[in-house]
């Protein structure tokens, strides 16, 4: 007879061990410390900017996954909780008095508590069902909140929409905020907080309950859960980490208009989350990583950087459903059962060559579009850090040439990587 480990409910310790409210400290000390060592490996003000942008896009795109990923509720106006609490944090800012009794770090409360409120004011005629009916409320009060951001110029300050000046807030510790570091570490210190407090609440009894409502509301019911109320504090939740989000670019950038919470700005963060992908934890994480560097970085390489941001989307969408989360996670059988190496070779062999492939054909499409509109008598481009005529015809062959031989050899090489997958994720032979 084997001996069965039991939990007694009335030991917290036990408790902690055995149920939701579970977190390991490795990742989030990893986490710290990357996010404190970030800014000396990248020491230039624009880089530093760019990482505020990104942990900013972390949060909101948790957020929204709380919604979508735990919540099965697909918002098409969820940027607006996050404006919303950026315009509150912004006009905090304003009111001088106020503003110069407060620390700057306790100013993104504010905006999530804005953000809650609104939530909770939508939230409790939205949540009554999920779905299309959900997608459709949510985008008709988007459009109604972004057309009132210049009926009410009071509240949204019209068409120039507020700014404000984070540096009149009471010193912290006789830190004024002056410099972008400290903005930095401000950002970092929140997105880190954020994190945590989502991560614990999908591990908590409404967060698995979110997850039930989400795969089967009737079967909810009829455990005797009202998927209404699951859904409302879902949504009420993200609200709040969503205006939180809405008061860190407040004070990254002291200048909100409409353009935050406007339809445009909320399709950007479902992309972000799908992207990522909506089934895990950390893939809004990835995902806002990712598209922050494509809307920072290859912007400043390429007019053309939304439509690979894009094309990059669909194709996930399309063959990558969970997204590039859930890319990396198909690997972890492999890893388990110690067949990793296996796939090592066949990856070189094949996703090299359709890379080269891939960049070939971005080079094709760079020089059709260089080919349309430049101007009259700008013949020369550069394409990968190479200057060339496009207007002669060599360029042209070596292109469709790279193109059609990386695709080849990638065609040739796939059914030897698919043995190789599937030898890496089968128990037994050799490793």
């Given at each position: 007879?084997?001996?069965?480990?039991?939990?007694?409910?009335?030991?917290?310790?036990?408790?902690?061990?055995?149920?939701?409210?579970?977190?390991?400290?490795?990742?989030?000390?990893?986490?710290?410390?990357?996010?404190?060592?970030?800014?000396?490996?990248?020491?230039?003000?624009?880089?530093?900017?760019?990482?505020?942008?990104?942990?900013?896009?972390?949060?909101?795109?948790?957020?929204?996954?709380?919604?979508?990923?735990?919540?099965?509720?697909?918002?098409?106006?969820?940027?607006?909780?996050?404006?919303?609490?950026?315009?509150?944090?912004?006009?905090?800012?304003?009111?001088?008095?106020?503003?110069?009794?407060?620390?700057?770090?306790?100013?993104?409360?504010?905006?999530?508590?804005?953000?809650?409120?609104?939530?909770?004011?939508?939230?409790?005629?939205?949540?009554?069902?999920?779905?299309?009916?959900?997608?459709?409320?949510?985008?008709?009060?988007?459009?109604?909140?972004?057309?009132?951001?210049?009926?009410?110029?009071?509240?949204?300050?019209?068409?120039?929409?507020?700014?404000?000046?984070?540096?009149?807030?009471?010193?912290?510790?006789?830190?004024?905020?002056?410099?972008?570091?400290?903005?930095?570490?401000?950002?970092?210190?929140?997105?880190?907080?954020?994190?945590?407090?989502?991560?614990?609440?999908?591990?908590?009894?409404?967060?698995?309950?979110?997850?039930?409502?989400?795969?089967?509301?009737?079967?909810?019911?009829?455990?005797?859960?009202?998927?209404?109320?699951?859904?409302?504090?879902?949504?009420?939740?993200?609200?709040?980490?969503?205006?939180?989000?809405?008061?860190?670019f407040a004070i990254n950038y002291e200048i909100l208009t409409e353009e935050n919470l406007n339809t445009a700005s909320s399709g950007v963060i479902l992309l972000v989350t799908f992207l990522g992908g909506?089934?895990?934890?950390?893939?809004?994480?990835?995902?806002?990583?990712?598209?922050?560097?494509?809307?920072?970085?290859?912007?400043?390489?390429?007019?053309?950087?939304?439509?690979?941001?894009?094309?990059?989307?669909?194709?996930?969408?399309?063959?990558?459903?969970?997204?590039?989360?859930?890319?990396?996670?198909?690997?972890?059988?492999?890893?388990?059962?110690?067949?990793?190496?296996?796939?090592?070779?066949?990856?070189?062999?094949?996703?090299?060559?359709?890379?080269?492939?891939?960049?070939?054909?971005?080079?094709?499409?760079?020089?059709?579009?260089?080919?349309?509109?430049?101007?009259?008598?700008?013949?020369?481009?550069?394409?990968?850090?190479?200057?060339?005529?496009?207007?002669?015809?060599?360029?042209?062959?070596?292109?469709?040439?790279?193109?059609?031989?990386?695709?080849?050899?990638?065609?040739?090489?796939?059914?030897?990587?698919?043995?190789?997958?599937?030898?890496?994720?089968?128990?037994?032979?050799?490793?």
């Open positions: 007879m084997t001996d069965q480990i039991t939990t007694d409910p009335t030991k917290p310790a036990q408790r902690m061990r055995a149920g939701s409210m579970t977190i390991t400290i490795g990742p989030w000390i990893v986490a710290a410390i990357a996010l404190m060592a970030m800014p000396y490996i990248f020491t230039s003000n624009s880089a530093l900017t760019i990482m505020n942008q990104m942990w900013i896009t972390v949060v909101f795109a948790l957020a929204y996954n709380m919604l979508l990923g735990q919540g099965g509720m697909l918002s098409f106006g969820h940027a607006v909780y996050a404006g919303v609490g950026g315009f509150a944090c912004m006009h905090i800012m304003n009111m001088s008095d106020l503003f110069a009794a407060m620390p700057l770090p306790v100013l993104p409360i504010f905006g999530g508590l804005f953000g809650m409120g609104l939530a909770m004011i939508v939230g409790a005629f939205s949540t009554r069902s999920a779905g299309t009916v959900f997608a459709m409320i949510s985008l008709g009060v988007g459009e109604l909140i972004a057309a009132c951001s210049v009926i009410i110029v009071a509240f949204f300050g019209g068409e120039e929409g507020i700014s404000g000046d984070r540096t009149y807030a009471m010193p912290f510790f006789g830190n004024e905020f002056l410099q972008q570091i400290d903005v930095y570490y401000l950002t970092s210190f929140w997105v880190l907080v954020s994190a945590v407090l989502m991560y614990l609440w999908s591990r908590t009894p409404v967060g698995r309950m979110a997850n039930a409502v989400r795969d089967n509301p009737e079967r909810a019911e009829f455990l005797g859960y009202s998927a209404r109320w699951v859904r409302f504090y879902s949504f009420v939740a993200s609200g709040f980490f969503a205006g939180v989000a809405g008061g860190l909506v089934g895990f934890f950390f893939g809004p994480i990835i995902g806002a990583i990712a598209f922050t560097l494509l809307q920072t970085v290859l912007s400043l390489q390429t007019e053309l950087w939304a439509f690979y941001a894009g094309t990059l989307f669909v194709a996930t969408v399309m063959f990558f459903p969970g997204g590039l989360a859930g890319l990396l996670m198909m690997h972890v059988p492999a890893f388990k059962l110690g067949k990793a190496n296996l796939l090592v070779v066949p990856y070189i062999k094949t996703l090299i060559p359709a890379a080269i492939g891939v960049f070939g054909l971005c080079a094709l499409v760079e020089m059709v579009f260089h080919f349309r509109h430049a101007a009259t008598g700008d013949d020369e481009m550069t394409v990968f850090w190479m200057t060339f005529d496009s207007h002669t015809i060599m360029p042209w062959i070596i292109a469709v040439v790279v193109t059609a031989v990386g695709f080849g050899i990638m065609r040739m090489t796939a059914p030897a990587m698919k043995e190789a997958w599937n030898a890496a994720n089968t128990a037994g032979g050799k490793s």
